[in-house]
């Protein structure tokens, strides 16, 4: 009776303890603005490669875009690495077609001439043909031809970059001989200037030696 009593006097006091901590929490109302000071973010423009970009062209040199140009259609690595590509693209729309269905038609025609046996069953010539169609369709149930065409997909992609390599890096070799080129005249005309100068500074001691 004891331990009963003792219960029921903490349940009271667990209640007005709850009832002096105060109401339940409610949230406040906040008036939060349809628009902010701030111009709204504007998303950013997808930045091409600099492989695909003609970075030569900012020099504004005319005769360094004509060799680049002549370079890249005479040169027999661009050439092959571009056959390389229409090969991978041709292997990917064999494997592609692997996954739908494929028809084939075919015509024969026969003629036969049959004799005369008697004035009833005078001599005849028939002539019959044949109209053959066939579909072939291999259902992908397990992904077979997926995966050869995404394994066809991934070469073709790769052999797309090669060829954007072999082009760069033709196109860093000959900018790089064209400006090594241009600083050697450079300094011939320097040299040139420096001579050119030093002779006319000694043209009074050899006026006062004679």
């Known amino acids: 009776m ?14 007005e ?3 002096m901590m105060g109401p339940k929490y409610k949230r406040p109302a ?7 000071r701030t111009p709204e973010p504007q998303q950013a423009t997808q930045a091409s490669s600099l492989g695909n970009e003609q970075w030569w062209q900012l020099y504004e ?7 680049i140009h002549t370079a890249i259609a005479q040169n027999y690595d661009v050439r092959i690495a ?3 590509v229409l090969e991978a693209q041709a292997q990917v729309g064999i494997t592609r077609a692997n996954r739908f269905p ?13 004799a005369k046996v008697t004035n009833v069953f005078p001599a005849y010539q028939v002539n019959t043909g044949e109209l053959n169609l066939s579909v072939i369709w291999n259902l992908d149930f397990w992904g077979k031809y997926r995966r050869q065409t995404e394994a066809a997909r991934a070469q073709l992609f790769a052999t797309e970059w090669g060829q954007r390599a072999v082009i760069s890096s033709l196109v860093t070799n000959v900018a790089t001989a064209y400006f090594q080129l241009r600083a ?3 300094e011939l005309e320097i040299s040139r ?16 030696e004679e």
């Open 61 to 67: 040199d005319p005769v360094l875009t004509q060799l």
């Open 2 to 15: 004891k331990n009963t009593a003792h219960l029921g006097i903490l349940a009271v006091l667990v209640q």
């Open 184 to 186: 050697l005249d450079s």
């Open 82 to 84: 571009a056959a390389r």
């Open 193 to 208: 200037r420096t001579l050119a100068s030093r002779r006319e500074s000694l043209k009074p001691t050899q006026f006062l």
């Open 30 to 36: 906040v008036n939060v603005p349809q628009q902010y």
């Open 17 to 19: 303890t709850g009832c």
């Open 102 to 114: 494929s028809a084939s038609v075919g015509a024969d025609i026969y003629s036969q001439q049959n």
